[in-house]
């Protein structure tokens, strides 16, 4: 990120935050309806300093993580496929536009009935949101690709695993980068949800306790905002990559 574009990010959060202040000031809104900034802040560094955050921070970005990777990868695969083959195109499209069309607070409670509570199911429903936003902008990219590079390519007699790397890949990459910052964000939605559903440990289940056992609206926002937060941080990782491999500004 370059200076001005560093000062531009600072300079928007700071008129969010001076915002939600306003609104708590005018509104004169009590702390358990919507708790000002700075005793938001002051949450949040008390439960880091306590230790309450970190482990459950730690659980959610080990799911989204595995959830991304698994769901990414698959869906490269797939996306090729829908692609180059009329065959898996007919056959699988209906199955995968009703599965995004299935709510996916629907699905977590099943998937942690029949996984259990623990990492799998988050992971998996992690794989799953994050599989159709890659697939369809890897099968976008593809079927993007020059007809005449893909031509010329075959008239030099390139074996299909070069046209892969060296022609369909590079001419993709932007779409399917584009799939994956959709994906990256969608994932710790995923995994929150999953958290909701059933677990032992992650910001969703802080999120749960905030708000119910201990009825601590301002750590119920500490968590929100670093949930926010891992999502702009994830964000922001796949751009960088999505720079240095094809040089989108």
């Given at each position: 990120?370059?200076?001005?574009?560093?000062?531009?990010?600072?300079?928007?959060?700071?008129?969010?935050?001076?915002?939600?202040?306003?609104?708590v000031?005018?509104?004169?809104?009590?702390?358990?309806?919507?708790?000002?900034?700075?005793?938001?802040?002051?949450r949040?560094?008390?439960?880091?300093a306590e230790?309450?955050?970190?482990?459950?921070?730690?659980?959610?970005?080990?799911?989204?993580l595995?959830?991304?990777?698994?769901?990414?990868l698959?869906?490269?695969?797939?996306?090729?496929?829908?692609?180059?083959?009329?065959?898996v195109?007919?056959?699988?499209?209906?199955?995968?536009?009703?599965?995004?069309?299935?709510?996916?607070?629907?699905?977590?409670?099943?998937?942690?009935?029949w996984?259990?509570?623990?990492?799998?199911?988050?992971v998996?429903?992690c794989?799953?949101?994050?599989?159709?936003?890659?697939?369809?902008?890897?099968?976008?990219g593809?079927?993007?690709?020059?007809?005449?590079?893909?031509?010329?390519?075959?008239?030099?007699r390139?074996?299909?695993?070069?046209?892969?790397?060296?022609?369909?890949i590079?001419?993709?990459?932007?779409?399917?980068l584009?799939?994956?910052?959709?994906?990256?964000?969608?994932?710790?939605?995923?995994?929150?949800?999953?958290?909701?559903?059933?677990?032992?440990?992650?910001?969703g289940?802080?999120?749960?306790?905030?708000?119910?056992?201990?009825?601590?609206?301002?750590?119920?926002?500490?968590?929100l905002?670093?949930i926010a937060?891992?999502?702009?941080?994830?964000?922001?990782?796949v751009?960088?990559?999505?720079?240095?491999?094809?040089?989108?500004?």
């Amino acid at each position: 990120m370059t200076r001005v574009g560093a000062l531009t990010a600072l300079a928007a959060f700071a008129v969010a935050v001076v915002a939600w202040k306003a609104i708590v000031v005018v509104g004169g809104l009590p702390p358990f309806i919507l708790p000002p900034p700075e005793m938001v802040g002051a949450r949040l560094a008390e439960a880091v300093a306590e230790g309450t955050i970190t482990p459950h921070l730690r659980a959610t970005i080990v799911e989204v993580l595995l959830g991304f990777a698994a769901g990414a990868l698959v869906a490269l695969v797939i996306g090729y496929g829908l692609a180059r083959s009329a065959l898996v195109e007919r056959v699988l499209s209906p199955y995968l536009v009703a599965a995004q069309a299935t709510p996916i607070l629907a699905l977590a409670p099943l998937f942690a009935i029949w996984f259990g509570p623990g990492l799998e199911s988050k992971v998996l429903i992690c794989a799953l949101i994050v599989f159709f936003p890659v697939a369809i902008s890897t099968m976008v990219g593809v079927r993007s690709v020059d007809a005449g590079l893909l031509e010329l390519g075959r008239s030099l007699r390139a074996t299909r695993f070069q046209v892969l790397t060296t022609l369909e890949i590079p001419a993709a990459l932007p779409n399917i980068l584009g799939g994956m910052r959709v994906g990256v964000t969608l994932a710790v939605v995923g995994a929150i949800v999953g958290e909701w559903a059933g677990a032992r440990e992650g910001l969703g289940v802080l999120v749960n306790l905030a708000r119910g056992s201990l009825f601590d609206i301002p750590l119920m926002f500490a968590t929100l905002v670093t949930i926010a937060a891992l999502g702009i941080v994830l964000y922001a990782l796949v751009v960088l990559v999505e720079r240095r491999l094809v040089g989108v500004r």
